[in-house]
DNA sequence: AATCATGTAACAATACAAGTATCGTGAAAG
DNA sequence: CTTTCACGATACTTGTATTGTTACATGATT
């Protein structure tokens, strides 16, 4: 399967809107994705949908953040486009009727297990608040233009 | 993406042949996996390239382990099979020219890679010999016949 | 009324594991 | 030495998920 990259997106978006005055549109969020505006609308759908951002059509138009960042951590936003399968690799059957296979399969969800709740605490405890800070930082570290 | 389940299903197969006197033809592992003997000797081959099973044509033929379980870890059989990616989600682009991309995929990277190592070393620590025993103990436990 | 922007539906492209069919090759049995 | 068995290898097709694309409807602004 190829790889999911709908939670990378919608960060590298939600950043840039944080730092971005007015609405931005989805051909222009587009841009910045190298991708198509549809793509866009649809994946941001589910953020709206989380009450994490607003859109508005006509004039003037497009997408704007509708939360307090310092509320949202990088795991809502992983729900939010859909809270995808995070590993590419598992068992074959749930519930298997071979002994064998579910001394196996319990051996290796465990594994997974453990490693997912890892991921999830990792990403739930992060808010898009910090991310945008330990981006300013490193801009200043680098001596980045302001 | 389809789930892949090779190393699921190799581990299967494996606990199946320690118990097991003789050769074991595809066409009975593929019965045992619910799936084709080509499937099988697919995903075989690359356990036999690392050594951990050997192969042999003719009457009589099929697949035995060729390695001491002690010294093959989950991990090992997971390399052989092709150590496929592990995630399923992860980032658009390895180098970005974003700044704030580059921030977002570094902290996304950090976290998978954390969740990763876990994940490896868990598996690396368990040898197929210790996942047989477990299964006999869990056998023991259930009251299962011998 | 024209324009701009999102919303939605439908469909093609892509990637990869898994399933399938077929033929070749070597080893054992008769 | 011919048949049979089993792996080896190739070339597909299928299934499933994201991503890409086209097209059109809808609502808001000028």
Redesign the pocket.
Known sequence: ??????L??MLHVLLHMARHDG????????QM?????????????GL?DAGYVR?????????AIAADLDKVSLLDIHRA??G??LF??GS?HANPACAVEQAVNEALDDALREAEALLVARLGAVSLAELARSFDARCVAGGWPH
Chains 1, 2 share one sequence.
């Open positions: 399967m190829r790889k999911d990259s709908r990378s997106r609405p931005m549109t989805s051909e222009h969020i587009a994705l190298q991708t198509n505006p549809v793509v866009v609308r649809r994946t941001m759908a709206r859109s508005e059509k006509g004039h003037g138009g497009g997408w486009v859909g995808p399968t590419a690799i074959e």
